[in-house]
């Protein structure tokens, strides 16, 4: 007797771009991090392994968009990426973007992005900041870049006024021995510009809806035994506001 298909062991190939410390490469060129230990256990309880490997954003999302790899995370939900992904329906890890700028800057930012319209805010190409600051791009001057990186120097060079970004990323490469300097010199604005939950998505052009339930149904069982909370505590986020927010709503 043959077993359905999704019982069977499978490998399934997953992309990203380079977002410590939930996806990165170690040392060895490995690819690791928070989410990509999720993501490989939940497809580990299920039967299945799955390799991870780091693009440009722009490029891991014209992957899924060809159906040349299987799925992407983490990623925020648009109805633009609805058209050629299956999102799971349980949120992964929550993401904070705030508003960075140089520390001398007299820029304030109270919570309305429309008040930021006559500045030159710096942004990374075909990343989203959650759908506030997605629906008033058409007002704002935004400066594109490739990396987060290049944002930071554009920002200290004095080409760009301020940059959004996640949390995670932002601290991290602020923490980086290379960018010592720049610690110093970029803050963090107070006021969230948006609270966004990221998912796992599956090319949609590779019908894997039924793969997409049982993670969604898998991954509300790692919650419960208590195996997200050991992972927070392994990449020393167990602190954070948002992800305690995250599992106290569950």
């Not at 380079?18 to 989410?35: E, Q």
């Not at 993501?39 to 999302?61: D, Q």
Request: charged share 25%; glycine share 4%.
């Amino acid at each position: 007797m043959f077993l359905p298909a999704l019982a069977q062991a499978g490998t399934y190939r997953c992309v990203s771009l380079d977002y410590p410390p939930l996806i990165y490469k170690d040392s060895d060129n490995r690819v690791k991090g928070f989410a990509v230990d999720i993501v490989s256990a939940v497809f580990k309880n299920l039967g299945h392994t799955i390799e991870v490997e780091i693009y440009p954003w722009a490029r891991s999302l014209e992957m899924l968009r060809t159906g040349e790899r299987d799925c992407i995370f983490t990623i925020f939900h648009s109805q633009e990426r609805e058209q050629f992904l299956d999102f799971s329906a349980e949120a992964i890890v929550p993401q904070v973007v705030y508003f960075y700028t140089k520390k001398d800057s007299p820029i304030a930012f109270n919570g309305d992005i429309a008040s930021l319209a006559d500045l030159r805010i710096g942004t990374v190409r075909k990343i989203s900041y959650g759908q506030r600051f997605d629906d008033m791009r058409a007002r704002l001057k935004l400066d594109e870049a490739y990396e987060l990186e290049q944002s930071m120097k554009k920002l200290l060079i004095g080409r760009i006024d301020l940059f959004p970004s996640n949390y995670y990323s932002a601290s991290h490469l602020l923490k980086l021995p290379r960018n010592k300097d720049w610690a110093d010199k970029i803050v963090q604005l107070p006021v969230a510009v948006d609270v966004v939950p990221s998912y796992l998505a599956f090319a949609k052009s590779k019908k894997m809806t039924s793969l997409r339930d049982s993670f969604d149904q898998e991954f509300r069982k790692f919650l419960t035994k208590g195996q997200y909370r050991d992972l927070l505590i392994k990449y020393q986020l167990e602190n954070s506001p948002e992800l305690i927010r995250f599992l106290q709503n569950r």
